[in-house]
């Protein structure tokens, strides 16, 4: 067990169901009176320390109704420089404390034209063109196998109860190919023309590591990106992370309420050796 996984459990007395990883511009998940407990990433040795702003650095636990709930305000990147195999500790701490599912927000570009800025996009599953991976080195075998399935990556019973309940509460949402650079700067529109020729839909610099991860160990995962702004070449405005800030505050209210009711109603799947 990770040493920030003995801090959380003896701080909190709590272990928790669920897990959140808030992504760009998402800061406001938990109403005031419904916070526990707030642990700053720098108390907490196995967190690296995230340096892009609209990323706050703490990990937060709470209750949504009756269910006890921990949440990432913020995550960090393999452009910020760390090493991709620290990005799997906060993961392994998450499976350390209890958490039988794993919920991941990002800010991405579309790929896609009728998928405007300001969307919700399901992720069905992913193709990783970051040239890392943050499982290669020595297997950590207590966590999982050194050679890992990644045929239901982002876990389809859970992913048809989120379409479900966004179904019946009228919310739009997308469901598609999330894909991955590392960043930092934008893609090139070659490249975006690229992915579109091999089936991506959304495009970011996040997610993935950690979705590795969390399969690794047997934590289901699904994982919603919020659509900031049509990828490069394909509008006339120069892409900023402004832009990718602002379009994500616009449309926090709409995931982190899709979150809150899926949450709520969700059923866990039992037959998946994780409870």
């Known amino acids: 067990?990770?040493?920030?996984?003995?801090?959380?459990?003896e701080t909190t007395n709590t272990q928790p169901e669920i897990a959140v990883i808030l992504g760009s511009g998402l800061t406001n998940f938990f109403e005031p009176q419904n916070i526990i407990k707030e642990l700053s990433y720098t108390d907490l040795?196995?967190?690296?320390?995230?340096?892009?702003?609209?990323?706050?650095?703490?990990?937060?636990?709470?209750?949504?109704?009756?269910?006890k709930v921990v949440c990432m305000y913020g995550r960090s990147h393999i452009y910020e420089g760390h090493e991709p195999n620290s990005l799997a500790k906060p993961i392994r701490v998450l499976k350390d404390i209890g958490c039988k599912l794993l919920i991941v927000t990002n800010a991405a570009g579309s790929l896609n034209e009728k998928m405007p800025a300001g969307s919700l996009m399901a992720i069905s599953d992913h193709i990783n063109w970051s040239g890392y991976n943050p499982l290669i080195?020595?297997?950590?075998?207590?966590y999982g196998p050194r050679f890992h399935d990644m045929s239901d990556g982002y876990h389809k019973f859970y992913r048809d109860q989120l379409l479900g309940i966004a179904n019946k509460t009228n919310q739009q949402?997308?469901?598609?190919?999330y894909c991955m650079y590392s960043g930092p700067n934008f893609e090139t529109p070659a490249e975006i023309?690229?992915?579109?020729?091999?089936?991506?839909?959304?495009v970011g610099m996040s997610t993935v590591p950690e979705v590795l991860v969390a399969n690794h160990c047997n934590l289901p995962v699904i994982a919603i990106s919020v659509i900031t702004n049509l990828a490069a070449g394909m509008?006339?405005?120069?892409?900023?992370?402004?832009?990718?800030?602002?379009?994500?505050?616009?449309?926090?209210?709409?995931?982190l309420q899709l979150i809150k009711n899926f949450i709520t109603e969700v059923t866990f799947d039992d037959s998946s050796g994780n409870n």
């Open 173 to 177: 949402i997308f469901e598609g190919i």
């Open 137 to 142: 080195g020595k297997n950590q075998d207590e």
């Open 45 to 67: 040795p196995d967190f690296p320390q995230p340096t892009v702003k609209g990323h706050a650095g703490k990990l937060v636990l709470g209750n949504i109704v009756d269910k």
């Open 193 to 202: 023309n690229a992915l579109k020729v091999i089936g991506g839909n959304a």
């Open 1 to 9: 067990m990770h040493s920030s996984s003995k801090i959380f459990l």
């Open 235 to 255: 509008n006339k405005t120069k892409l900023s992370h402004k832009e990718t800030l602002e379009n994500a505050s616009l449309a926090e209210n709409n995931i």
